[in-house]
Nanobody
Framework: QVQLVESGGGLVQVGGSLRLSCAAS????????MAWYRQAPGKQRELVAA???????NYADSVKGRFTISREDAKNTVYLQMNSLKPEDTAIYYC?????????????WGQGTQVTVSS
């Protein structure tokens, strides 16, 4: 089992910045990649950014150039630096970690942290 604890959400004005953190504990050796997802009211959860154990990253088109995902292995923590925030970035942000055992993928989720961008 893997436990994920997010922090860093809050209220920010348009154009502002926030940094989200996600600390992992438990069976972290089983993790292949970590990611941030978000879910806005009335919308499906969507991938925002992901980072593999080899530090390869990918981003949703809507956040490219504004958000940066990074990891600090010594602290088992992944960060999401969010700059130039827009009202459409308002959502609950969830940390995700996944690993593979054979052909089966295991997903773990944090409790979510609210990000609100006010205009």
């Amino acid at each position: 089992q893997v436990q994920l604890v997010e922090s860093g959400g809050g209220l920010v004005q348009v154009g502002g910045s926030l940094r989200l953190s996600c600390a992992a504990s438990g069976s972290i050796f089983s993790i292949n990649a970590m990611a941030w997802y978000r879910q806005a009211p009335g919308k499906q959860r969507e991938l925002v950014a992901a980072i593999t154990s080899g530090a390869s990253t990918n981003y949703a088109d809507s956040v490219k150039g504004r958000f940066t995902i990074s990891r600090e292995d010594a602290k088992n923590t992944v960060y999401l630096q969010m700059n130039s925030l827009k009202p459409e970035d308002t959502a609950i942000y969830y940390c995700n970690a996944y690993g593979w055992v054979g052909v089966r993928r295991y997903d773990y989720w944090g409790q979510g942290t609210q990000v609100t961008v006010s205009s």
